[in-house]
């Protein structure tokens, strides 16, 4: 796949491009069917696969207090895209210059005469330009005046729900693991860099890899089976989300206690999949409740790994 990061590093003529717009935060079912007709509509005018998306987020320009946190780390949705057998990825650098192009402009400038669009694919609730004043009609009238074609692709559904971004970190905070990977395609994950925390868990037998992660989303507090990559490797673990309440007030975060490992890890970062919640964080009495308990944690995790067939994160 063809990275090119910034509009003006568009050095090159593309075949024929095909392209889609968006942010395409967490990669979902209904990204995966866009990117999948884009693929077919590219192989049918023998063209390329183009992902058209920014960085930062609009809303993190824009209005940074409303901005959401990200199903999908940045460096991650570019793995997911890349994996989707997409030809070109544009990343373009969102400011306020681009935040004030009018759409017709935006279209002209940037989809016409920068890239050369054949055709454009847009899901259904698609808007661009100046205050989001672009929408699917008016792009269609802007294919007509320009030479381009535009394919709306409708809204995925499972089990009568609409896949959306907004409806899987509604899912995801809500602890409702397995119903948020319905609608991923895949079990959410967190990336994180392991740093120092109180060692409070090794002092308790129980090590943990404590995360820093950066604009993530977190899932609802408490207990969960989770499995750890790094690397090429993938081990079992149990993550507790939360903010430690046995030892008084603490900030949140996110701890990870790898099962059957017991390599020094910390300034590495590591991928914590999270498969199912099993219990919510809670005050113990004292420390030895605490243990009791985190090994009923671990009997539950393991039966909950054993019996699901781990999915590709």
């Avoid at 005018?45 to 987020?57: A, K, N, R």
């Avoid at 395609?185 to 392991?194: A, E, S, T």
């Avoid at 129980?206 to 989303?217: D, H, Q, R, S």
Wanted: positive net charge.
């Amino acid at each position: 796949m063809d990275i090119i990061i910034g509009i003006e590093h568009i050095r090159r003529k593309f075949r024929n491009p095909v392209l889609t717009l968006g942010n395409f935060d967490g990669v979902h079912l209904g990204h995966q069917k866009i990117f999948k007709e884009l693929k077919e509509e590219a192989r049918k005018m023998d063209g390329e696969s183009i992902i058209f998306t920014f960085d930062p987020h609009p809303l993190q320009i824009l209005a940074p207090q409303r901005c959401p946190p990200f199903i999908t780390p940045f460096k991650k949705k570019l793995m997911l895209v890349e994996r989707s057998g997409i030809d070109v990825i544009i990343v373009a650098a969102f400011d306020l210059d681009l935040a004030n192009i009018t759409p017709e402009a935006f279209v002209k400038q940037i989809l016409v005469d920068k890239i050369g669009a054949k055709k454009i694919l847009v899901g259904y609730n698609y808007y661009f330009g100046k205050d989001r004043k672009g929408n699917v009609e008016m792009l269609i009238g802007f294919g007509k005046k320009f030479g381009f074609e535009v394919k709306v692709i409708e809204a995925v559904k499972v089990n009568d729900t609409t896949v959306s971004s907004s409806k899987i970190r509604e899912l995801i905070q809500g602890g409702q693991m397995g119903q948020a990977a319905q609608l991923l395609g895949r079990n959410y994950l967190l990336i994180g860099k392991v740093i120092w925390g109180a060692d409070r868990g090794k002092g308790l037998g129980f090590p943990t890899a404590n995360l820093e992660i950066l604009n993530g989303l977190y899932p609802k507090t408490g207990v969960y089976a989770v499995e750890v990559i790094m690397g090429n490797k993938t081990y079992p673990g149990v993550a507790n989300v939360g903010y430690n309440p046995t030892f008084g007030e603490n900030p949140l975060s996110v701890e990870v206690h790898i099962l059957d490992f017991s390599r020094d890890i910390h300034g590495e970062e590591i991928q914590v999949v999270f498969f199912e919640r099993i219990r919510d964080e809670k005050a113990f009495e004292n420390p030895d409740s605490l243990v009791r308990q985190i090994r009923k944690d671990i009997t539950e995790a393991r039966k909950i790994l054993l019996r699901r067939s781990p999915e590709s994160p």
